[in-house]
């Protein structure tokens, strides 16, 4: 409930990080995009040219 609450809020880019399924989830708004990721993955901050996560 708190993630889809919060998705709403968020403008530009909202990451959901699930450690149970290790993964996350990157919500783009900017172009509407959805982009998955598992644990151990780089993960690319939409909103930083060439910054990225990775998480463990």
């Known amino acids: 409930m708190d993630a889809l609450r919060k998705k709403e809020i968020y403008t530009r880019e909202y990451w959901i990080v ?7 989830m ?13 644990f151990g993955e780089d993960v690319p ?7 990225s996560i990775c998480v463990q």
């Open 18 to 24: 699930d450690p149970e399924k290790q993964r996350v």
């Open 45 to 51: 901050a939409g909103i930083y040219e060439g910054f």
């Open 26 to 38: 990157v919500y783009g708004f900017e172009n509407d995009t959805v982009e998955q990721y598992d």
